[in-house]
């Protein structure tokens, strides 16, 4: 079985400073992970991914992820915020043992104040 | 062309009332995704389609019926819907799908924002 856990409901970050996203899985074997992120009215947009290789992650928009199996953590990373980046931030994973379908987390509100 | 278009933005619908909402994409992908979506909460997987055919329906009542006519076109079809399925329904599609999907993002449409009246 496949579960994602993202503990926080909101996070609120001034601009300019890191800000992180938290996410933690439990998979059967290897986890393929993946963040999105979904802004007001809108679908989700895919961020990154981990498959394999590098434990750090580069995405789109100056996002990075960290995965770290023996945490089995994959938090969602970026050195400066903006308060563009204000919106729903949703982890998600996939287990090769598991199903295909995706598990997404709860989902974090991430709120930049200027 | 990465993306995928869904029709209508917005939707107000009686209860007796039949719709339906389309989802197109022209990446050359053979699986697509319907989920329902309520505020701030996580997508909840509908249907998937793999290859045109219906390959999971998670236990949806009979007033949602899914159509896949070709490759590249999703509808879902909607009667008799009642006030608790207003939500965001996203169509999705990605590469495809089972152990070849495992390492594959999905795509997701702006979603159609539906209200039953």
């Known amino acids: 079985a496949q579960s994602v856990a993202q503990p926080e409901d909101q996070v609120n970050v001034a601009e300019g400073n890191p800000l992180t996203v938290k996410c933690t899985y439990s998979?059967?074997?290897?986890?393929?992970l993946f963040w999105y992120v979904q802004y007001p009215n809108r679908g989700l947009q895919f961020l990154l991914k981990?498959?394999?290789?590098?434990?750090l992650v580069k995405g789109s928009y100056g996002f990075e992820a960290e995965f770290n199996k023996s945490q089995t953590s994959f938090h969602l990373k970026k050195p400066s915020a903006l308060v563009s980046d204000s919106a729903l931030y949703f982890c998600a994973v996939r287990d090769k043992e598991g199903s295909y379908i995706p598990t997404f987390g709860r989902g974090t509100s991430l709120i930049v104040h200027p | 062309d990465t993306e995928v278009t869904q029709t209508p933005k917005h939707l107000v619908m009686g209860m007796t009332n039949k719709k339906s909402l389309k989802c197109e994409q022209h990446?050359?992908?053979?699986?697509m995704y319907w989920y329902k979506q309520k505020a701030k909460k996580p997508p909840e997987l509908m249907f998937v389609?793999?290859?045109?055919?219906?390959?999971i329906n998670e236990s949806v009542p009979s007033r949602f019926s899914p159509e896949c006519p070709n490759s590249s076109l999703l509808n879902l079809h909607l009667h008799a819907l009642q006030p608790e399925d207003s939500a965001l329904y996203l169509c999705?599609?990605?590469?495809?799908?089972?152990?070849?999907?495992?390492?594959?993002?999905?795509?997701f449409g702006q979603g159609t924002r539906l209200t039953v009246v």
């Open positions: 999705a599609s990605s590469q495809n799908t089972g152990q070849g999907a495992l390492n594959t993002e999905a795509f």
């Open positions: 389609y793999s290859y045109e055919k219906l390959s």
């Open positions: 990446m050359g992908h053979r699986a």
């Open positions: 998979v059967s074997g290897n986890p393929y």
């Open positions: 981990y498959i394999t290789g590098d434990n």
